[in-house]
């Protein structure tokens, strides 16, 4: 079993910057892809991003593209989300995820396309 854990949240203004961390308890676990999902209160958990670990593509809700990126560090142990231009509505508990058994990419935009869950980290934007 791996433990995912996030970092980098916090609260700022609207048009500020935050770097969110996505660190595993085993770095170097095999994985097909990494994802970042939000959920907002009394909302469903929603699609952020998507990182393929085989090569690199990535993948973007259509309110977060342009502003925000995925990524993840060379020694791939550390995945990224960096949020520029941050807006009131991107208010939500951030989460990542890692796809560990289905590598079929038209998963990865739904929970369900993920078996490994990070406990969360708040975000929160101010007007």
């Known amino acids: 079993q791996v433990q995912l854990v996030e970092s980098g949240g916090g609260l700022v203004q609207a048009g500020d910057s935050l770097r969110l961390s996505c660190a595993a308890s085993r770095p170097t676990f095999s994985r097909f892809a990494m994802g970042w999902f939000r959920q907002a209160p009394g909302e469903e958990r929603e699609f952020v991003a998507a990182?393929?670990?085989?090569?690199?593509?990535?993948y973007y809700a259509d309110s977060v593209k342009g502003r925000f990126t995925i990524s993840r560090d060379g020694a791939k142990t550390t995945v990224y989300l960096q949020m520029n231009s941050l807006k009131p509505e991107d208010t939500a508990v951030y989460y990542c995820?890692?796809?560990?058994?289905?590598?079929?990419?038209?998963?990865?935009?739904?929970?369900?396309?993920?078996?490994?869950w990070g406990q969360g980290t708040q975000v929160t934007v101010s007007s």
């Open positions: 990182l393929s670990w085989r090569n690199d593509n990535t």
């Open positions: 995820a890692a796809d560990t058994m289905s590598g079929y990419g038209s998963r990865w935009f739904a929970p369900a396309g993920y078996d490994h």
